[in-house]
């Protein structure tokens, strides 16, 4: 049997502000779908899937076949029952109900937004129905879900996820049953189809970020306590609809970069971030602890605005909350760490979107006290240059090199005993590949937490090394020693 996710809306017709809800799969709205016929199991071709996501419009209304197996062509699809030989299902309509012409601009901007949500990914997303290509993806948006025999407050439906991505699938969003007007709706359509679209490459219900964030911005959400436009997000998530649930295929998932696997890089046609300084004016003399205003924006919103100073990067402020209209460009205040030395400082501030894209914003230069004249008055490891800033030259320290400030590391992180402290970075203990380099070992600091420690460095002092505690015997050496590895700080 073969399970079926659907999206559902209880109610899809009121031209109201507020989104529809949707009921969880698992609370009767499971659908089992008729085992497969005897000439043939669905075969699930998983490993390679075609990179093309048709549109199907239903111009003049779609002919469904009942089929055990999918085929996007010839739209036999596993979705309706075999109790009719074929279903009819009535062509894509606007918010005003038209088809046709009439309907053309709203088409348009459906087309453009899942345009939008996929070209992070080698993803072609078309309308126009391929001729030459071996196979392909169909999503039918038109009709209502009662034209296929299912529940009217069915808003989309897939034939279930496999954990690996399968081709030659046909999806349904049943575009007429979708309320509201405008640019609400044209998002709520485009929701749709990317979630059900996304099901067949192994994707399940997005419900939470790790640090508790609703996924209500991820097409995969059944969440509504965010509206705007949704994007796969670079950011593991747990699964679930109206809780949290492991996902199908592990613990969380990341749906960016489970695409980006699936399909290979694209190139982002969203608007990149907007960022402008409002304060200081460049020029300006500023007091310990001043905070850099800074306005950002970005079409998939922004993950997070970052305040370097003298081309280091001193502070990072996260990407504001998700509203009704999604994120608003919004103000992020920056204030200057207690520990930025006094002299001159060239401030610049970076917005990143959740996939990277970076914009950075014009360069002011500011006085905080008085210019440096020696690097007494600088931070650990740095110089005062002749113009009297305080500044780290670029990081050269490779991974074990030793180090006494972790700018100098280029992991940034420089960690290790009261005897000696090395360029390292973090990892995952007991995983085989934590560390970059195989003369480097994952040493545990506390629990799921480690560092990359050179291998056998400490053999001479193991103690306790066959206790049979199953620690590694260079831990129980190391910590045996009283050996506590601690994070350097400036
Ligand atoms: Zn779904």
């Not at 209304?61 to 030989?85: E, F, H, Q, W």
């Not at 200057?336 to 990143?352: L, R, T």
């Not at 970075?425 to 380099?437: E, I, K, L």
């Amino acid at each position: 049997m073969r399970l079926a996710l659907l999206l559902v809306a209880l109610v899809p017709s009121v031209a109201s502000a507020e989104l529809p809800h949707r009921l969880p799969i698992g609370q009767g709205e499971r659908v089992f779908l008729p085992p497969p016929p005897d000439d043939g199991t669905q075969p699930e071709q998983a490993g390679t899937v075609s990179n093309i996501i048709y549109l199907e419009r239903c111009k003049g209304g779609c002919t469904i076949y009942p089929s055990g197996v999918d085929d996007a062509k010839t739209l036999r699809s596993s979705i309706p029952s075999n109790a009719m030989s074929e279903y009819r299902l009535d062509e894509f309509e606007n918010s005003a109900g038209e088809i046709g012409a009439a309907a053309d601009a709203e088409w348009a901007e459906v087309v453009k937004c899942v345009k939008e949500v996929y070209s992070p990914f080698n993803a072609v997303v078309t309308d126009v129905k391929p001729v030459n290509a071996t196979s392909y993806h169909t999503d039918v948006v038109a009709g209502a879900a009662t034209q296929l025999g299912l529940s009217s407050s069915i808003l989309g439906v897939s034939p279930g996820v496999s954990c690996a991505p399968v081709d030659n699938r046909i999806t349904y969003t049943f575009a007429n049953r979708h309320g509201g007007s405008g640019r609400a709706r044209i998002n709520h359509l485009c929701w749709t189809i990317a979630q059900e679209t996304a099901h067949t490459y192994g994707l399940d219900h997005s419900f939470a970020f790790g640090d508790g964030r609703s996924a209500c911005n991820d097409p995969l959400t059944y969440r509504s306590d965010c509206g705007g436009q949704k994007f796969f997000r670079n950011d593991s998530a747990t699964c679930g609809e109206f809780s949290a649930r492991p996902c199908d295929c592990g613990a969380t998932q990341n749906a960016h970069l489970s695409l980006l696997s699936t399909f290979g890089p694209g190139t982002p046609i969203t608007r990149p971030p907007t960022v402008m300084v409002t304060q200081p004016a460049n020029g300006a003399t500023v007091p310990n602890g001043y905070a850099v205003i800074a306005i950002a924006g970005a079409q998939r919103g922004i993950s997070s605005v970052e305040l370097w100073l003298n081309g280091y990067k001193w502070a990072t402020a996260k990407g504001a909350a998700y509203g009704r209209d999604g994120q608003p460009d919004s103000s992020y205040s920056l204030p200057f760490p207690a520990d930025v030395p006094d002299g001159i400082i060239d401030v610049v501030v970076k917005a990143k979107d959740d996939i990277g894209t970076t914009t950075t914003a014009p360069m002011i230069t500011v006085t905080k006290g008085a210019p440096c004249v020696s690097a007494e008055t600088c931070a650990d490891g740095q110089r005062c240059d002749p113009t009297g800033r305080c500044l780290w030259d670029a990081p050269v320290g490779e991974l074990g090199d030793e180090c006494t400030f972790e700018q100098y590391c280029l992991t940034g992180t420089c960690a290790g005993t009261d005897e000696k402290t090395i360029c390292t970075q973090s990892c995952v203990p007991g995983v085989s590949d934590g560390c970059p380099d195989a003369s480097f070992e994952c040493l545990e600091q506390s629990a799921g937490r480690g560092v990359c420690w050179p291998k056998g460095a400490e053999e001479g002092n193991c103690l306790g090394c066959s206790a049979g505690t199953g620690a590694p015997p260079f831990l129980i050496g190391l910590f045996g020693l009283g050996l506590i590895l601690r994070k350097r700080r400036r």
